[in-house]
């Protein structure tokens, strides 16, 4: 079974940025569209974009464009997220997830990783 791990979180000043990894433990991750979402405290997982098993095509949550941009390394088994001018609303935390279609909806996505928290406070 594909695991997930997420790496990179942490605690950010607002204006600043961040990179989370998410490493796959087989070397199928090519195989897969990786979706990027974030959870609030108390609130549902929300859909921050994917990429396609290629890389070729990316596609984001319409709010979240222009500031977060997901990338992949398909050598390296490991799909990154780049988020710049962090806010503090975008305190959360953060998963990666694997599945076979390329859809913004979390059921789409069959393996999960177990999130990394994100923090945006001066």
């Known amino acids: 079974q594909l695991q997930l791990v997420e790496s990179g979180g942490g605690l950010v000043q607002p204006g600043g940025s961040l990179r989370l990894s998410c490493v796959a433990s087989e070397s199928t991750l090519d195989r897969y569209v990786i979706g990027w979402f974030r959870q609030f405290p108390g609130k549902d997982r929300e859909s921050i974009g994917y990429?396609?098993?290629?890389?070729?095509?990316?596609t984001y949550v319409h709010s979240l464009k222009g500031r977060f941009a997901i990338s992949r390394d398909n050598a390296k088994n490991t799909v990154y997220l780049q988020m710049n001018s962090l806010k503090p609303e975008d305190t959360a935390v953060y998963s990666c997830?694997?599945?076979?279609?390329?859809?913004?909806?979390?059921?789409?996505?069959?393996?999960w990783g177990q999130g990394t928290q994100v923090t945006v406070s001066s």
């Open positions: 990429i396609s098993s290629s890389g070729d095509d990316t």
């Open positions: 997830a694997a599945g076979n279609y390329p859809l913004v909806s979390d059921w789409a996505y069959k393996y």
